[in-house]
């Protein structure tokens, strides 16, 4: 979505979670996208299955491999309530190297917790939590929310969306004497 309107640039230096972000992974971090999610009351299949947003541990695993780390950041633009969709997670379950999520997986599973949340309510979690959202029900309301995460700037960008040829981001990147920090984020500079 930064590549799509100005108004979503703001977000990559948003201090509310740049400087947790900061404060996990050290002063150099990189911003790993940008998306969103509109859900309607009312409409079917609108809940999410388990899912985790970021997870790439090789099978079997190196002696020396660290695993990698992100955190994400869900900013929900309308309230929560049991109508419309609540948050789901299982704490620790980002430890859960080990296991495999299954595909259109939507049962209860052990230890999980149900988030009912005011607008204008950020959740933050490390990229590998086990997540989902339950269905919008009738008489529920529009469930909206922002979604965007960090990492170590040495770590690869998501590889997840597609960036349009010349988005918002890349023009950026053009501009003629473009502040380090900004550069950092998107990617091209902090890891040398």
């Not at 790993?32 to 541990?57: A, K, L, N, S």
């Not at 695993?67 to 900013?75: G, K, N």
Request: proline share 9%.
């Amino acid at each position: 979505m930064m590549d799509k309107h100005p108004a979503f640039l703001e977000f990559l230096t948003f201090q509310p979670t740049l400087s947790v972000a900061r404060a996990l992974f050290g002063p150099h971090v990189l911003h790993r996208g940008f998306t969103g999610r509109v859900c309607y009351p009312d409409d079917p299949y609108q809940e999410t299955e388990w899912h985790f947003h970021q997870r790439i541990i090789p099978d079997p695993l190196p002696p020396l491999f660290p695993l990698p780390q992100t955190m994400d950041a869900l900013l929900y633009l309308d309230d929560i309530t049991e109508k419309n969709g609540p948050l789901v997670l299982v704490p620790g379950s980002h430890k859960w190297i080990e296991r495999d999520l299954q595909k259109e997986d939507y049962a209860d599973k052990t230890g999980q917790i149900e988030l009912c949340l005011s607008a204008g309510s950020c959740v933050m979690t490390h990229g590998s939590l086990w997540h989902r959202s339950k269905p919008t029900q009738p008489g529920g309301t529009m469930r909206r929310l922002l979604l965007f995460g960090y990492g170590p700037c040495h770590q690869k960008p998501s590889i997840y969306g597609k960036k349009p040829e010349d988005g918002l981001t890349a023009q950026l990147l053009q501009q003629t004497g473009l502040d380090e920090e900004t550069k950092e984020l998107l990617g091209v500079a902090g890891f040398m």
